[in-house]
């Protein structure tokens, strides 16, 4: 419960400077990734998201935070997603966040994220490369990948 009124830069705090181990580890699991990835992906969801409170651009920035990969995750279609060319993103950081929507069963939340992204993208003429999509790759392509069954 307490984790519901907590800013997500108090629960990324929280989770790297006093969970325990093992029970990060089973808070991990249940995202299907090491408590290490889960830990740096809520760092960079924090820093994502204050960027956007603050009316900071998010389109062109070449580095967004060191997430780690994951060497094994709970639903494989994301595994291949990742651009691992272009680690630091925007694109890996949509990969994530859909990964995650889905592991909390929010799927079709995260196919209306990414559509109003790509809506927006579309809006103001914003190239896909310039946000760390792999070469030859659209943004209507990720919502073709996100709305496949593992």
Same mark, same amino acid.
């Given at each position: ?5 907590? &800013?997500?830069?108090?629960? &990324? ?8 181990? &093992? ?114 790759? &659209? ?12």
């Amino acid at each position: 419960m307490m984790v519901e009124i907590m &800013s997500i830069g108090e629960v &990324s705090r929280w989770f790297a400077d006093y969970v325990k181990l &093992s029970d990060k580890k089973e808070i991990a699991s249940h995202f299907g990734v090491s408590e290490k990835v889960l830990e740096t992906w809520i760092r960079t969801l924090s820093k994502v998201r204050n960027r956007c409170a603050h009316h900071n651009r998010i389109y062109g920035i070449e580095r967004f935070g060191n997430f780690v990969y994951p060497k094994k995750i709970a639903l494989p279609k994301y595994q291949r997603l990742f651009n691992l060319d272009k680690p630091d993103g925007f694109y890996n950081i949509m990969v994530i966040i859909c990964y995650l929507a889905e592991m909390i069963h929010r799927k079709t939340e995260s196919y209306a994220y990414v559509k109003n992204i790509g809506q927006v993208m579309q809006d103001l003429n914003l190239k896909e490369e310039q946000m760390g999509f792999p070469p030859g790759m &659209s943004i209507w392509d990720l919502l073709d990948e996100i709305q496949e069954s593992d």
